[in-house]
């Protein structure tokens, strides 16, 4: 609305000030032309009564009747108000022989007052036809009426002039308003209608002018639009179904993969058998994961792991299964009284699988997996836990007494299943590329109340809080120390409710994996850790 009043405003002043200045030059001019006018009338005037005057006053000049001429000239003054002053002289004599003012300065015909002096010889005629001049007669006559005059006759003229002006003002506002601000109105309407998807606007155009070509073009414009536009959506929604079609499909095939990964995964039953109680919180940042956790049997006991692959998503879910496959076949093969030896065997079969000392020896960089593993192999009838990490740690959290707190036992700087070259650094003997570094068994006395955890990275490196800074060992470790006596059940959830907290809603960075467990153990070997536990205290 604003740039509508401000054209209409600017048309209007242009008009204004246009008509303005020429309605003044007129009025200048016509001031010029009527003011001379009046001029000239109030000359002719004050000659014919100069004259007429001087005709009559020749008896009384050559008489010497000063007071009939007096008498003369302020009857002449009393008439004609635009008189100013009457001087009567006689021949010769520079004293007037009457006079009813101050007279002018001989000879000047107009003066810097307004003021018009007219001088006649005053004539005596004889019998016999002599002339004879006996006087003259000086006449000032005022211009002030010559200017009254001008402008009584100039108000009306100025009147009417701005009645025109303002007639033709209103009459010009109507007309542009009519023939060009009400289509140009019309046409940012339907502009903005086609800017909200109203596509179908269209205008009058039954003009021939700038306007009815404006509106044409409009029309024509409005018409492709609306015919791309619907071409455009007809080309989205088959896209957008089409690609609606693919994602149902991939993540159907993820789905169905997430099943798959399930089923490697150890049951519920499995856990409870050699485990008193446990709880796992596994939170793939996909639907798939790259970590997983074993829990089986083995001859003397029973094996927990806990494995982050590298990668996550489909590719991680993939490492996984190979992965968990090489460490069952492993198990199967050595046995898991040696974690140490089992970690170095899943070493050497991951990287032979996966052909990265070929890739080693050949030069290839474009591809390098493999594994962070954690293996706990549980013997409750002799009392004793062993452990061997590959940057994994083992948590043990003790129930109250001097041994209160949480204990983390570090696993070896060394991850599974890269190519040499990758460990060469850490090592510092690159004279033993193709050998394997030992991993590191620790023994650990099964007590009852003791509570053991083994986590993946992605909860400690999940980003949160104010700042975005990590979640951090300290804070897990402050959890874990609070809950010490309390479920595991109840401990997952406390684990859970503060990492929602502190994640605050900002995306998972990755896969969290977080297995906790407490061991079942037998009478013998629960009395005898009570009554060691007690010497001790």
Same mark, same amino acid.
């Given at each position: 609305?604003? +740039?509508?009043?401000? &054209?209409? #405003?600017?048309?209007?002043? /242009?008009? !204004? =000030?246009?008509?303005?200045?020429? *309605?003044?030059? $007129? ?119 010559? +200017?009254?005059?001008? &402008?009584? #006759?100039?108000?009306?003229? /100025?009147? !009417? =002039?701005?009645?025109?002006?303002? *007639?033709?003002? $209103? ?9 060009v601000l009400r289509p140009l109105r019309r046409l940012t309407q339907l502009a903005s209608a086609m800017a909200h998807g109203e596509y179908g606007a269209r205008m009058d155009a039954g003009r021939s002018d700038e ?99 590298? *990668? ?226």
């Amino acid at each position: 609305m604003n +740039r509508r009043s401000s &054209l209409f #405003a600017q048309v209007a002043g /242009a008009i !204004l =000030l246009t008509t303005a200045s020429f *309605g003044t030059i $007129a009025m200048l001019l016509s001031e010029r032309i009527v003011e001379g006018q009046r001029h000239q009338e109030l000359l002719r005037r004050a000659e014919l009564v100069t004259a007429t005057q001087a005709d009559a006053l020749s008896g009384f000049v050559w008489e010497m009747d000063n007071r009939s001429a007096q008498r003369m000239i302020e009857a002449l003054t009393a008439r004609d108000p635009a008189i100013r002053s009457i001087a009567v002289f006689e021949t010769d004599r520079e004293e007037p022989l009457a006079r009813t003012a101050v007279e002018e300065i001989a000879g000047k015909t107009e003066d810097t007052d307004g003021i018009v002096t007219v001088e006649r010889p005053i004539l005596l005629h004889g019998r016999e036809g002599r002339v004879q001049t006996v006087g003259h007669l000086r006449i000032a006559y005022s211009t002030a009426e010559v +200017r009254q005059a001008t &402008l009584d #006759a100039l108000i009306p003229v /100025a009147g !009417l =002039l701005l009645l025109s002006l303002l *007639g033709a003002m $209103a009459a010009l506002g109507l007309t542009l308003n009519r023939m060009v601000l009400r289509p140009l109105r019309r046409l940012t309407q339907l502009a903005s209608a086609m800017a909200h998807g109203e596509y179908g606007a269209r205008m009058d155009a039954g003009r021939s002018d700038e306007i009815g070509v404006l509106a044409d073009g409009f029309n024509r414009m409005a018409a492709t639009v609306q015919d791309h536009t619907s071409t455009l959506e007809s080309r989205v929604r088959d896209r957008t179904e089409a690609l609606a079609a693919t994602n149902r499909a991939i993540m159907d095939s993820i789905n169905y993969a997430q099943l798959i990964q399930s089923a490697i995964l150890p049951s519920a039953g499995t856990l409870s058998a050699g485990l008193t109680e446990h709880f796992v919180l596994w939170r793939p940042r996909d639907v798939v994961s790259g970590d997983f956790y074993l829990c089986r049997e083995v001859e003397d006991g029973f094996v927990v792991a806990v494995a982050d692959c590298t *990668g996550h998503g489909v590719p991680g879910a993939f490492m996984t299964m190979t992965a968990s496959a090489i460490l069952n076949n492993v198990l199967d093969q050595l046995g898991a009284a040696d974690p140490a030896a089992v970690l170095a065997a899943v070493d050497r079969k991951v990287r032979a699988a996966l052909h990265q000392e070929e890739e080693a020896r050949g030069g290839a960089d474009c591809f390098d997996n493999g594994l962070d593993l954690g293996l706990c192999h549980i013997r409750p009838a002799e009392g004793e836990l062993v452990f061997a990490g590959a940057r994994i740690p083992l948590l043990v959290v003790a129930d109250g007494g001097l041994d209160g707190g949480v204990t983390e036992l570090r696993g070896d700087r060394r991850s599974l299943g890269y190519r040499p070259s990758a460990f060469l650094a850490a090592d510092s003997e690159p004279d033993r590329c193709g050998a394997e570094s030992p991993f590191t068994n620790h023994s650990i006395a099964l007590r009852p109340g003791q509570t053991f955890l083994m986590s993946t990275d992605g909860l400690i490196d999940q980003n949160g809080g104010e700042r975005g800074r990590s979640f951090g060992r300290i804070r897990l470790h402050a959890l874990l120390s609070q809950g010490a006596d309390t479920p595991l059940d109840r401990l997952k959830t406390d684990v859970e409710s503060s990492l929602d907290r502190f994640q605050c809603g900002r995306e998972q960075r990755d896969d969290i994996t977080l297995f906790g467990f407490r061991v079942r153990l037998t009478d013998a070997v629960a009395i005898s850790s009570t009554g060691s536990g007690r010497r001790a205290a």
